[in-house]
């Protein structure tokens, strides 16, 4: 799991969860994986992303680097922003651990990369 | 611009949907769309119900870097496989076991589902195992209505959803049903096959 896809996860769905969004993450196994650099696609990319979630995963996975707290302006200009937010994004990879909702505390564990978000029937 | 199946190897799963006629009529529609995908610029991608992962990796083969593709499906042999699949055509395929999109918060650009589509009974629709793949209930759609019933939601003001489906589906009524929640359809490819007429369509926000 990379940390864009943590950026869109949710367990909204769960019973009684009204937001469920940011997932906490507990990883026993992080991998940082090289990954080809677009920064036309990363511009596009980041209108999409909520900034203060994508850094508070990476800080608290140790791998916040030099990434800034905010997104600064004209940074479809900024390779250098770009190639960090590129990083925090697309390379850094939860290979195992867990996601927790923040409101119930359901956890949905990751294994080989793969979130298992899918509930039981009576959880719906 | 020709699209190949990709790469993929089921030998170690037995419970995972084997690409069959579906899979390659859906990519062949891919591949007489693909100069519309990629002028559309999409940035989020996503294959429901992704079974192997051939069908996302084809769409990722050819837009490479210049988009993200998840994908999803109930099985979690699929799940395995289509990250097997991933490592095997090198493209970075984000999958997730959930149904449909439920967890994903954001708004597609493009989305692709050739969904359990055959008519059986309704109670064939359980577990989590290969009956998934095909079985659609009552009318072969209890699986694709729910998420035409979502799809506002989930697809971009410029997105495009990409559906297989059956003739006996009833096309006609579900064309009836999303124009007057104002969506545009159109046919993109159909073929007769033994036993089967299948279509692929695509919905889009007019
Ligand atoms: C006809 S197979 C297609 C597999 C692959 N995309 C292909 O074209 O070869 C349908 C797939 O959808 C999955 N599926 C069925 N219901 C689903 C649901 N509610 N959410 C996510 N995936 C689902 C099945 O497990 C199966 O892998």
């Known amino acids: 799991m990379k940390l864009l896809t943590h950026n869109m996860l949710t367990s909204k769905c769960v019973k009684g969860v009204n937001v469920g969004y940011p997932l906490t993450i507990n990883a026993s196994d992080v991998r940082v994986a090289d990954v080809d650099f677009n920064p036309d696609f990363i511009s596009r990319l980041i209108p999409k992303i909520d900034w203060p979630v994508l850094y508070n995963a990476a800080e608290s996975l140790g791998h916040v680097e030099d990434l800034p707290k905010e997104t600064p302006v004209n940074y479809e200009n900024n390779e250098e922003f770009l190639k960090k937010a590129h990083r925090a994004l697309l390379e850094v990879e939860v290979v195992h651990g867990e996601l927790v909702c923040p409101e119930s505390g359901r956890k949905f564990p990751i294994n080989n990369g793969i979130p298992n978000m899918l509930l039981n029937e009576d959880e719906v | ?206």
């Open chain 2, 1 to 206: 611009m020709s699209l190949q199946t990709p790469l993929y190897n089921l030998n170690d799963f037995p419970d995972v949907y084997e690409p069959s006629e579906d899979t390659h009529l859906f990519i062949d529609a891919l591949e007489k769309d693909m100069k519309h995908i990629i002028n559309s610029k999409p940035t989020l991608a996503c294959e429901i119900g992704c079974g192997s992962g051939v069908l996302i990796a084809a769409l990722a083969k050819i837009l490479k870097s210049t988009c993200c593709y998840f994908c999803t499906d109930i099985n979690p042999k699929a799940c395995i496989a289509t990250t097997r699949t991933a490592k095997m055509n090198k493209v970075p395929l984000e999958c997730t076991r959930m149904d449909l999109t439920t967890n994903l918060k954001c708004k597609f650009d493009i989305i692709l589902f050739n969904p359990p589509y055959v008519l059986t009974e309704e109670l064939e629709i359980f577990g989590c195992g290969l009956n998934r793949a095909f079985a659609g209930g009552l009318r072969g759609r209890s699986v694709t209505d729910r998420l035409l019933n979502n799809l506002n939601d989930i697809l971009s003001d410029n997105g495009v959803c990409y559906l297989l489906l059956l003739k006996e589906n009833n096309i006609g009524e579900i064309g009836e049903k999303m124009g007057e929640k104002g969506f545009k359809i159109k046919l993109v490819i159909q073929r007769k096959i033994p036993g089967e007429h299948l279509f692929v369509y695509k919905f889009s926000k007019a």
